[in-house]
């Protein structure tokens, strides 16, 4: 059998940037390193979870459940409301050689 396999060098990387919020305020913060962290929208019961940490992940917790159904699965889950300001400056340390765009 023979595999039509792609030997030209990769131009495109694709990356998983679900727990990206939370490990920008990991990095930030040593203190929640190898911590359940979760950002939400809000703070409160009904705020949303748009970044639960890898180790947040290990307790079920998700993208898009409330903050009280986190609580439930962990119940001293960190929560962190957003820093669009520092997730943004760390977006800029990502400066990579030049994007060959595909057409």
């Known amino acids: 059998m023979s595999l039509a396999l792609n ?3 990769p131009t495109i990387m694709h ?3 679900n727990s990206a919020f939370c490990t920008v305020e990991q ?3 040593p203190l929640l390193r190898g911590k359940p962290v979760v950002v939400a929208a809000y703070n409160s019961p009904n705020g949303c979870v748009v970044s639960p940490s890898i180790e947040a992940k290990q307790y079920g917790i998700k993208t898009g459940m409330t903050v009280r159904d986190a609580k439930l699965l962990f119940p001293r889950v960190i929560v962190l ?3 669009p300001p520092k997730y943004r400056a760390v977006h800029q340390m990502f ?3 030049p994007v060959q765009r595909l057409p």
Request: no cysteine; glycine share 0%.
């Open 7 to 9: 030997h030209n060098a």
């Open 95 to 97: 400066d990579l050689a």
């Open 81 to 83: 409301t957003p820093d």
């Open 15 to 17: 990356v998983d940037l």
């Open 27 to 29: 990095q930030a913060n």
